[in-house]
T-cell receptor
Framework: DQQVKQNSPSLSVQEGRISILNCDYTNSMFDYFLWYKKYPAEGPTFLISISSIKDKNEDGRFTVFLNKSAKHLSLHIVPSQPGDSAVYFCAAPTTDSWGKLQFGAGTQVVVTP | GAGVSQSPSNKVTEKGKDVELRCDPISGHTALYWYRQSLGQGLEFLIYFQGNSAPDKSGLPSDRFSAERTGGSVSTLTIQRTQQEDSAVYLC???????????FGPGTRLLVL
Protein backbone atom coordinates (compact mmCIF):
# COMPACT_ATOMS: atom_id res chain seq x y z
CA ASP A 1 0.00 0.00 0.00
CA GLN A 2 1.80 3.10 -1.29
CA GLN A 3 0.99 5.87 1.17
CA VAL A 4 3.47 8.42 -0.19
CA LYS A 5 3.18 9.24 -3.86
CA GLN A 6 5.20 11.28 -6.29
CA ASN A 7 3.25 11.30 -9.51
CA SER A 8 5.79 13.12 -11.66
CA PRO A 9 8.67 10.83 -12.57
CA SER A 10 10.67 13.64 -14.13
CA LEU A 11 11.04 17.40 -14.26
CA SER A 12 13.16 19.55 -16.54
CA VAL A 13 13.89 23.13 -15.54
CA GLN A 14 16.18 25.87 -16.76
CA GLU A 15 19.06 27.01 -14.61
CA GLY A 16 18.03 29.97 -12.46
CA ARG A 17 14.33 29.12 -12.54
CA ILE A 18 12.22 27.54 -9.85
CA SER A 19 11.87 23.77 -9.49
CA ILE A 20 8.65 22.59 -7.86
CA LEU A 21 8.42 18.97 -6.81
CA ASN A 22 5.15 17.54 -5.55
CA CYS A 23 4.28 14.77 -3.16
CA ASP A 24 0.90 13.45 -1.99
CA TYR A 25 0.15 11.20 0.93
CA THR A 26 -2.88 9.20 1.96
CA ASN A 27 -2.40 8.73 5.70
CA SER A 28 -3.66 11.73 7.64
CA MET A 29 -1.81 10.49 10.73
CA PHE A 30 1.60 11.27 9.19
CA ASP A 31 3.10 14.09 11.24
CA TYR A 32 6.58 14.52 9.81
CA PHE A 33 7.89 14.63 6.27
CA LEU A 34 11.35 14.61 4.75
CA TRP A 35 12.91 15.29 1.38
CA TYR A 36 15.98 13.45 0.17
CA LYS A 37 18.16 14.00 -2.86
CA LYS A 38 19.97 11.17 -4.59
CA TYR A 39 22.76 11.21 -7.13
CA PRO A 40 23.52 8.08 -9.20
CA ALA A 41 25.62 5.49 -7.37
CA GLU A 42 25.26 7.35 -4.07
CA GLY A 43 22.96 6.99 -1.09
CA PRO A 44 20.14 9.50 -0.51
CA THR A 45 21.13 12.74 1.19
CA PHE A 46 18.78 14.38 3.64
CA LEU A 47 17.69 17.83 2.42
CA ILE A 48 14.94 19.30 4.51
CA SER A 49 12.03 18.24 6.70
CA ILE A 50 8.77 19.63 8.00
CA SER A 51 6.60 18.85 10.97
CA SER A 52 2.83 18.76 10.58
CA ILE A 53 2.49 21.66 13.01
CA LYS A 54 4.05 23.91 10.39
CA ASP A 55 3.03 24.74 6.87
CA LYS A 56 6.41 25.96 5.64
CA ASN A 57 10.07 25.34 6.32
CA GLU A 58 12.91 27.08 4.56
CA ASP A 59 16.61 26.31 4.33
CA GLY A 60 18.58 28.38 1.87
CA ARG A 61 17.37 27.69 -1.65
CA PHE A 62 15.05 24.92 -0.46
CA THR A 63 11.54 25.49 0.89
CA VAL A 64 9.02 22.82 1.74
CA PHE A 65 5.33 23.62 1.93
CA LEU A 66 2.76 21.42 3.63
CA ASN A 67 -0.98 21.51 2.95
CA LYS A 68 -2.50 19.11 5.45
CA SER A 69 -6.07 19.48 4.26
CA ALA A 70 -5.00 18.42 0.78
CA LYS A 71 -2.47 15.87 2.09
CA HIS A 72 0.08 17.46 -0.18
CA LEU A 73 3.59 18.77 0.18
CA SER A 74 5.92 20.41 -2.25
CA LEU A 75 9.59 21.22 -2.43
CA HIS A 76 10.66 24.47 -4.09
CA ILE A 77 14.22 25.00 -5.24
CA VAL A 78 15.04 28.61 -6.09
CA PRO A 79 17.14 29.31 -8.08
CA SER A 80 17.79 25.92 -9.65
CA GLN A 81 21.42 25.06 -10.33
CA PRO A 82 23.01 22.35 -12.49
CA GLY A 83 24.17 20.55 -9.33
CA ASP A 84 20.54 20.13 -8.34
CA SER A 85 20.10 17.55 -11.11
CA ALA A 86 19.28 14.41 -9.14
CA VAL A 87 16.39 12.21 -8.03
CA TYR A 88 14.32 13.69 -5.22
CA PHE A 89 12.34 11.53 -2.81
CA CYS A 90 9.75 12.57 -0.28
CA ALA A 91 9.32 10.35 2.76
CA ALA A 92 7.34 10.03 5.96
CA PRO A 93 7.79 7.86 9.07
CA THR A 94 4.96 5.36 9.39
CA THR A 95 2.60 5.87 12.28
CA ASP A 96 3.13 2.41 13.74
CA SER A 97 6.91 2.31 13.48
CA TRP A 98 8.91 5.51 13.71
CA GLY A 99 11.99 3.83 12.31
CA LYS A 100 10.32 2.90 9.06
CA LEU A 101 10.33 5.61 6.42
CA GLN A 102 7.92 5.29 3.55
CA PHE A 103 9.35 6.78 0.37
CA GLY A 104 7.72 8.07 -2.75
CA ALA A 105 8.90 6.72 -6.10
CA GLY A 106 11.08 9.76 -6.72
CA THR A 107 11.22 12.60 -9.26
CA GLN A 108 14.20 12.94 -11.58
CA VAL A 109 15.13 16.62 -11.89
CA VAL A 110 17.26 17.82 -14.78
CA VAL A 111 18.50 21.40 -14.66
CA THR A 112 19.50 22.64 -18.10
CA PRO A 113 21.85 25.56 -18.81
CA GLY B 1 32.90 13.16 11.19
CA ALA B 2 32.68 10.04 9.07
CA GLY B 3 29.39 9.15 7.49
CA VAL B 4 27.71 5.78 7.17
CA SER B 5 29.94 3.29 5.40
CA GLN B 6 28.93 0.08 3.67
CA SER B 7 30.89 -2.81 2.27
CA PRO B 8 31.32 -4.20 -0.23
CA SER B 9 30.33 -1.41 -2.59
CA ASN B 10 29.55 -3.99 -5.30
CA LYS B 11 28.86 -7.70 -5.10
CA VAL B 12 28.26 -10.14 -7.91
CA THR B 13 27.20 -13.61 -6.88
CA GLU B 14 25.69 -16.73 -8.35
CA LYS B 15 22.14 -17.77 -7.68
CA GLY B 16 21.96 -19.97 -4.61
CA LYS B 17 25.00 -18.52 -2.86
CA ASP B 18 24.87 -16.67 0.46
CA VAL B 19 25.97 -13.04 0.74
CA GLU B 20 26.75 -10.83 3.70
CA LEU B 21 26.51 -7.04 3.55
CA ARG B 22 28.03 -4.82 6.19
CA CYS B 23 27.10 -1.41 7.54
CA ASP B 24 29.05 0.90 9.85
CA PRO B 25 26.77 3.63 11.19
CA ILE B 26 27.72 7.16 12.16
CA SER B 27 29.43 7.13 15.54
CA GLY B 28 26.91 7.79 18.30
CA HIS B 29 23.85 6.87 16.24
CA THR B 30 21.99 4.16 18.09
CA ALA B 31 19.33 3.55 15.44
CA LEU B 32 20.26 1.71 12.24
CA TYR B 33 18.11 0.94 9.21
CA TRP B 34 18.28 -1.25 6.11
CA TYR B 35 16.47 -0.43 2.88
CA ARG B 36 16.76 -1.69 -0.66
CA GLN B 37 16.12 -0.13 -4.03
CA SER B 38 15.43 -2.40 -6.93
CA LEU B 39 15.91 -1.13 -10.48
CA GLY B 40 13.30 1.49 -11.31
CA GLN B 41 11.71 1.26 -7.88
CA GLY B 42 11.59 3.44 -4.80
CA LEU B 43 13.26 2.68 -1.50
CA GLU B 44 11.81 -0.29 0.33
CA PHE B 45 12.19 -0.62 4.10
CA LEU B 46 13.65 -3.90 5.33
CA ILE B 47 14.46 -3.67 9.04
CA TYR B 48 15.59 -1.27 11.72
CA PHE B 49 17.56 -1.64 14.92
CA GLN B 50 17.45 0.32 18.11
CA GLY B 51 20.67 -0.69 19.83
CA ASN B 52 21.07 -4.40 19.16
CA SER B 53 17.38 -5.23 19.02
CA ALA B 54 15.14 -5.03 15.97
CA PRO B 55 11.72 -3.60 16.86
CA ASP B 56 10.57 -3.77 13.26
CA LYS B 57 11.69 -6.40 10.79
CA SER B 58 8.45 -6.34 8.86
CA GLY B 59 10.11 -5.44 5.58
CA LEU B 60 12.33 -8.50 5.26
CA PRO B 61 11.00 -10.17 2.09
CA SER B 62 11.48 -13.77 3.16
CA ASP B 63 13.16 -15.98 5.72
CA ARG B 64 16.23 -16.04 3.49
CA PHE B 65 16.93 -12.53 4.76
CA SER B 66 18.30 -11.89 8.23
CA ALA B 67 20.15 -9.09 9.95
CA GLU B 68 21.99 -8.63 13.15
CA ARG B 69 23.71 -5.87 15.00
CA THR B 70 26.34 -6.31 17.64
CA GLY B 71 27.80 -3.88 20.13
CA GLY B 72 25.23 -1.29 19.11
CA SER B 73 27.35 -0.46 16.10
CA VAL B 74 28.10 -2.59 13.03
CA SER B 75 25.26 -4.43 11.34
CA THR B 76 25.29 -7.24 8.81
CA LEU B 77 22.49 -8.16 6.44
CA THR B 78 22.67 -11.75 5.27
CA ILE B 79 20.85 -13.15 2.27
CA GLN B 80 20.86 -16.92 2.02
CA ARG B 81 20.37 -18.87 -1.21
CA THR B 82 20.26 -15.70 -3.27
CA GLN B 83 17.77 -15.37 -6.10
CA GLN B 84 17.89 -13.12 -9.13
CA GLU B 85 15.08 -10.97 -7.72
CA ASP B 86 17.38 -10.10 -4.80
CA SER B 87 19.45 -7.98 -7.18
CA ALA B 88 19.18 -4.41 -5.91
CA VAL B 89 21.04 -1.65 -4.13
CA TYR B 90 21.02 -2.30 -0.39
CA LEU B 91 21.15 0.91 1.61
CA CYS B 92 21.95 1.36 5.26
CA UNK B 93 21.11 4.46 7.29
CA UNK B 94 21.56 5.57 10.87
CA UNK B 95 20.18 8.22 13.18
CA UNK B 96 19.72 9.23 16.75
CA UNK B 97 16.67 7.44 18.15
CA UNK B 98 13.28 8.85 17.26
CA UNK B 99 14.90 11.54 15.13
CA UNK B 100 13.28 12.06 11.76
CA UNK B 101 16.32 12.39 9.54
CA UNK B 102 18.09 9.19 8.66
CA UNK B 103 21.57 9.46 7.14
CA PHE B 104 22.36 7.01 4.38
CA GLY B 105 25.47 5.21 3.29
CA PRO B 106 26.48 4.81 -0.37
CA GLY B 107 24.85 1.39 -0.68
CA THR B 108 25.92 -2.06 -1.79
CA ARG B 109 25.02 -2.99 -5.34
CA LEU B 110 24.15 -6.66 -5.42
CA LEU B 111 23.84 -8.55 -8.67
CA VAL B 112 22.70 -12.15 -8.60
CA LEU B 113 23.46 -14.03 -11.80
Amino acid sequence: DQQVKQNSPSLSVQEGRISILNCDYTNSMFDYFLWYKKYPAEGPTFLISISSIKDKNEDGRFTVFLNKSAKHLSLHIVPSQPGDSAVYFCAAPTTDSWGKLQFGAGTQVVVTP
Amino acid sequence: GAGVSQSPSNKVTEKGKDVELRCDPISGHTALYWYRQSLGQGLEFLIYFQGNSAPDKSGLPSDRFSAERTGGSVSTLTIQRTQQEDSAVYLCASSFPAQGAQYFGPGTRLLVL
